[in-house]
């Protein structure tokens, strides 16, 4: 590999070639003539060229140095570049997309929210919003900016954000026999039952509580999303057992009613997580923050529609 010559005698370079002078160079660059001759010398040499040549009374630039001229003028300008931190974050025009990893959950609870906020401050922004799948942490160092949801032990590169836990509600249809009900334990374990499972589990730690207590529930059905079940609470008399809050979202546009389930089920923590290629990027900063801010906001909010236990 070449080796690079003395990057700090650039800036001396730009001063000597637009002064056309080593005094007017040297007072630019702040020091003395004799110290700017000297540089000018090892200038010479580097370059191979006499760069400034008398003339007259004073120095003149040879057609070498005429020719460097737009050259090292855009090296400074672009090393300068590279060494500034980065420029105030504009967000109204602000260009970027952002590969968001959340499971449906997610999506339905905060992905209209942070939608929202993108139009109103960022419009440039695109968000990608990518399903849940065979999950890897590592997906964030290439394919993945953010990753939202529950999490395992991330790799070192990794950072994460706790931003807070959910629970579980009920969803009846709103004209079913039991949509107004306080639920027992009891009473819910009689009534059949729709839960969500990728891999087409029955058993959860709903079961667990249920045993604890003596009882048995019956699971009609499994689903693959939360809201198929709850289309399919939609047309039978079974409880379809979702996210609080999804079951919030759910019921504001059909016609499902909210029960709490009468067992004391653990809260499920959630985190963002992200790359630390991107933890210093403004953008990344402001997405991740945006999403912080919506969680807890809804967080705040009073948990509305919901019959209680």
Not at 18 to 26: D, E, I, K, M
């Amino acid at each position: 590999m070449q080796q690079l010559p003395d990057m700090n005698l650039l800036p001396a370079l730009d001063a000597l070639l637009r002064a056309g002078s080593v005094a007017g160079a040297a007072t630019e660059m702040r020091i003395s003539p004799s110290a700017m001759s000297r540089t000018l010398g090892r200038l010479r040499r580097v370059v191979g060229d006499e760069l400034l040549v008398p003339s007259g009374r004073g120095l003149t630039l040879t057609p070498r140095a005429r020719e460097l001229q737009p050259h090292v003028e855009a090296a400074l300008t672009s090393a300068l570049a590279a060494l500034r931190p980065p420029p105030q974050l504009e967000l109204a025009t602000l260009r970027r997309e952002f590969r968001i990893r959340v499971n449906e959950s997610v999506a339905v609870i905060f992905g209209s929210a942070l939608t929202g906020r993108v139009l109103r401050e960022a419009p440039g922004v695109r968000l990608r919003m990518l399903p849940e799948g065979d999950e890897d942490p590592a997906d964030l160092r290439d394919r993945i900016d953010l990753d939202v949801g529950q999490m395992g032990e991330l790799p070192h590169d990794v950072r994460s954000e706790s931003l807070g836990a959910y629970g579980y509600a009920a969803v009846a249809r709103a004209d079913g026999p039991y949509a107004t009900e306080r639920l027992t334990p009891e009473r819910f374990a009689a009534l059949p039952h729709i839960t969500v499972t990728r891999r087409g589990r029955v058993r959860s730690v709903v079961d667990e509580k249920l045993a604890e207590l003596g009882l048995e529930r019956d699971v009609l059905a499994t689903a693959p999303t939360y809201t198929a079940a709850c289309f399919l609470a939609l047309r039978s008399d079974a409880l379809a057992l979702v996210p609080h809050e999804f079951a919030v979202e759910a019921a504001r546009v059909m016609p499902l009613a909210v029960l709490g389930i009468p067992l004391d089920l653990p809260a499920n923590p959630y985190r963002q997580a992200w790359h630390i290629r991107v933890d210093a990027d403004p953008a990344h900063r402001w997405l991740r923050g945006a999403l912080a801010e919506i969680v807890a906001d809804l967080a705040r909010r009073p948990h509305l529609g919901c019959i209680p236990t």
